[in-house]
């Protein structure tokens, strides 16, 4: 099981960037995706999940109305859209992917990729 997040980079608060999880190794369409944050000196903390059977969405309400997730099964691949940031959405970013793991905790996930670093300088 594979999971390859990437996108991240460095942009001036009030920018946008989307981030990319690609999975390999498992039937992606049966696993639920979550993206959680991590940042210095802080817990890991879910920011947006998408679910395998109804592509049910749910978000953080830190940023909710900001960050849309999406799924692209042919391409085995979720995004998130991260719009209007601010310097507090600075972190690592990681996908995680579990089966019956829908939800924002970050312990119910069974499959993490290595992050990728989103840093908003404001």
């Known amino acids: 099981v594979q999971l390859q997040a990437s996108g991240g980079g460095l942009v001036q608060a009030g920018g946008s960037l989307k981030l990319s999880c690609a999975a390999s190794?498992?039937?992606?369409?049966?696993?639920?995706i979550g993206w959680f944050r991590q940042a210095p000196g802080k817990e890991r903390e879910g920011v947006s999940c998408i679910s395998s059977l109804e592509n049910s969405t749910d978000y953080a309400a830190s940023v909710k109305g900001r960050f849309t997730i999406s799924s692209d099964n042919a391409k085995k691949t979720v995004y998130l859209q991260m719009n209007s940031l601010k310097s507090e959405d600075t972190g690592v970013y990681y996908c995680a992917a579990g089966f019956g793991s829908y939800g924002l905790g970050p312990t119910t996930y069974d499959y993490w990729g290595q992050g990728t670093q989103v840093t908003v300088s404001s």
């Open positions: 190794g498992f039937i992606f369409e049966d696993y639920d």
